[in-house]
């Protein structure tokens, strides 16, 4: 169904709710009140689709800006005198076909020091009227591009399964330290292991599920001072005992460049953290254990006071997380890449442990689909939407102009 993306009392642009996809057909309708066009002495109605790319880079007191066009078509709806609603009606609808190129990147916003990219697509309904110079009153409507993914729909059906409860193949990702208090005494053991489902790229708007599972063992004490140790004091390496105490993010690598030159600026952003605000977790902290260094043989020998063993103690967290962002793209002025990062505290200077997971992150959609089948038609999830990135195109005419400058 059609609804009204954008109006003014002459003109309306129908659009479905839908993220377009590179290569494929914009297709909608543009309402015409023909009354108020002709009182306005409008002499023809236009759409264009519109793709452009932006950067600035800032180097010793000089900006240097430049833009890329990256979609350029027109289509004309209506010219005076031609067609005319009805007999009795205002209003005319006209339909419109157009195709966002193959290989377009996303909409895509990145302000960092010294470097700014941005890629915007928009559709502009345009009323020219006559004069010495032509004037033109015109209507943006924001476009949501994403790349099309043939493999990432099979890849969206498989994390579709796994979260509902399916098996599959997952992959360790793991981090193991050997730290310590302070500057002398024995070292403890840290290993800490992410597991992720074993895909080659993961798709937008789909639950990732994900299990983080974290196992210290102490220096090694004989058994007469573990029975001492009291139970609640703590016993280093403390294991995390709740999920919000971690670290999960998702960063963003950009690479900005100028065409005419091969010297780029790079920033890193987060773009999500998953332990801010994440969706139900499931937790599993077991009490510590004394285990006696020889259990680790075969042979089994008698446990005394002064048998030498460690304790061990375990932390394990489910979840999921979901990826709402410019997927992964690369392009000759601007690319942009990802990454997990996970982090788990220890007690102590340079203790902490970090495991980092380069992601992929492709769109999952290989045709023109609705918002409501990627978000379950959810109202956070419709907040959460993050294909378009915040803007009014309306607002700066000017960015749609393709120039290079230095200022």
């Not at 000089?62 to 209506?78: G, R």
């Not at 048998?307 to 967290?317: D, S, V």
């Not at 979840?319 to 990454?339: G, N």
């Amino acid at each position: 169904m059609l609804t009204p993306a954008s109006t003014n009392p002459a003109v309306r642009i129908h659009l479905p709710g839908n993220v377009f996809v590179s290569g494929c057909p914009v297709e909608g309708e543009v309402e015409l009140n023909v009354r108020i066009l002709q009182e306005e002495n409008v002499q023809e109605v236009r759409i264009e689709l519109k793709g452009v790319a932006k950067i600035a880079i800032s180097h010793e007191s000089k900006i240097s800006t430049e833009s890329i066009q990256l979609a350029n078509s027109t289509v004309s709806l209506w010219t005076r005198g031609t067609t005319y609603p009805p007999p009795g009606e205002d209003t005319l609808r006209v339909p419109f076909h157009m195709r966002i190129p193959a290989n377009a990147p996303p909409p895509f916003e990145y302000n960092g020091w010294a470097k700014k990219g941005s890629i915007r697509y928009t559709l502009v309904a345009v009323c020219v009227k006559p004069g010495a110079v032509q004037r033109y009153q015109r209507v943006y409507v924001p476009l949501a591009v994403a790349g099309k993914d043939t493999t990432g729909v099979a890849a969206r059906e498989k994390l579709s399964a796994i979260a509902a409860g399916a098996q599959g193949l997952w992959r360790v990702h793991h981090a193991e330290e050997n730290i310590r208090k302070g500057l002398w005494g024995d070292y403890a053991t840290v290993e800490v292991d992410l597991r992720m489902p074993d895909i080659g790229t993961f798709p937008l708007y789909v639950p990732i599920p994900f299990e983080i599972d974290i196992t210290t063992r102490s220096a090694p004490l004989p058994r007469s001072k573990a029975d001492a140790y009291p139970r609640d004091k703590p016993v280093f390496p403390p294991v995390p005992t709740a999920y919000h105490l971690l670290e999960f993010k998702l960063r963003r690598h950009v690479h900005i460049s100028m065409r005419n030159n091969f010297q780029g600026q790079d920033g890193t952003e987060t773009v999500a953290d998953f332990c801010s605000a994440p969706s139900s977790v499931e937790q599993e902290v077991p009490e510590r254990e004394w285990v006696p260094l020889e259990s680790i043989g075969d042979e089994k020998k008698e446990v005394g006071p002064a048998t030498k063993g460690t304790w061990i103690q375990r932390a394990m967290f489910r979840s999921t997380f979901r990826l709402d962002c410019a997927h992964s793209f690369s392009m000759k002025t601007i690319s942009c890449t990802y990454a997990l990062e996970l982090k788990v505290p220890f007690p102590g200077i340079g203790n902490d442990v970090h495991v980092r997971v380069p992601l992929t992150i492709t769109s999952g959609i290989d045709k023109p689909t609705l918002r409501s089948q990627l978000l379950d038609g959810s109202q956070a999830d419709e907040e959460a939407f993050d294909v378009l990135p915040a803007y009014e195109p309306g607002d700066n005419e000017e960015y749609w102009e393709v120039q290079e400058k230095v200022t």
